[in-house]
């Protein structure tokens, strides 16, 4: 079958369009990658929380589908907004890696080992939010871009450190280009360091070609990691961590949000069965919610919509 894959044209996404290209060429199909730009890739010199609106990173491959332009569109799922317009459906989310946060630096090998005021660049609220919670002196400020142009800025002096996804490190190769690379016990964004596969609903047929993609552990994982995002109302650019691991009969939720800086949120960590699926995610939100959680966000979208970054 002949399979024509949207992606966005930036190295990650090539990398990870090429992995699946490979996986479904290794089950006899034929595939094409057809390269896009997305808003979120054009617009660089605004932080993504001052952009607004949902799939900043995932429209344009929407319309490829919708206009029969392309079979499938291959995304990092945490950029994945939770409601899908008509038509389009996750048809597969893959096999996860590392969920990680990672702090890069030349000369540092911790958070906590950051000088006094040290400046660090990522574009995420919610890394923002927790790194700050921990070291309310440091300037946090946007980092946008590739992910050379980002390393070539901490190489230069113009950082002290950067965060990115480990899944994004080890894809990449990254590893040689930094002195030094550290886990940094973040709640990691709903769907982080797995992708997932979207399709036009009419499709059956690739749904059905490419249904050995699908990863049954990642699926239940993610999908409470994007019910709880979806029941606060909260898009991807929201100040939100939530890590869902599955382990037997049993699938364990870590939670948090709260202000972009870090100095009121709102944690919990509780163990659901794993028949609950995505209902596991809906009640972990409820009970954020009766805590104030939606009231906290919509504080959190003021203070960042004020915010210089």
């Excluded at 100040?239 to 919990?268: F, N, Q, T, W």
């Amino acid at each position: 079958m002949k399979i024509r894959i949207a992606s966005r044209k930036s190295a990650l996404a090539m990398w990870q369009s090429e992995h699946i290209k490979k996986r479904l060429e290794a089950a006899g199909h034929e595939c094409e990658i057809i390269k896009m730009s997305t808003k979120g890739d054009v617009i660089l010199d605004t932080p993504l929380a001052k952009i607004g609106g949902k799939g900043l990173f995932t429209k344009e491959l929407e319309n490829a589908l919708l206009e029969g332009r392309a079979d499938i569109a291959v995304h990092s799922l945490k950029d994945v907004p939770t409601r899908f317009e008509a038509g389009l459906e996750l048809a597969c989310v893959c096999s996860r890696e590392n969920t990680d946060d990672c702090l890069l630096s030349m000369n540092y090998t911790s958070l906590e080992g950051l000088r006094l005021g040290a400046r660090v660049g990522t574009t995420s609220l919610r890394r923002r939010m927790q790194i700050l919670a921990r070291r309310p002196d440091l300037k946090v400020i946007s980092l946008r871009g590739n992910v050379n142009s980002r390393i070539s800025k901490l190489q230069n002096g113009v950082f002290d450190a950067i965060i990115l996804a480990q899944a994004g490190i080890t894809r990449l190769g990254l590893e040689k280009l930094v002195n030094h690379i550290s886990p940094l016990g973040t709640v990691p964004a709903m769907g982080q360091g797995a992708l997932g596969i979207e399709i036009a609903s009419a499709n059956r047929a690739v749904k059905e070609a490419i249904a050995f993609l699908n990863d049954e552990k990642s699926v239940i994982e993610t999908s409470i990691e994007r019910a709880f995002v979806d029941t606060l109302n909260g898009g991807c650019q929201a100040p939100i961590g939530v890590l869902a691991v599955l382990s037997g009969d049993k699938v364990r939720v870590k939670a948090i949000l709260g202000l972009v800086d870090g100095s009121e949120i709102l944690s919990a960590e509780r163990e659901f069965c794993a028949k609950l699926g995505s209902e596991a995610g809906v009640i972990l939100a409820g009970e954020f919610i009766a805590r104030g959680a939606k009231e906290l966000l919509e504080r959190s979208e003021q203070m960042s919509n004020a915010m210089e970054f």
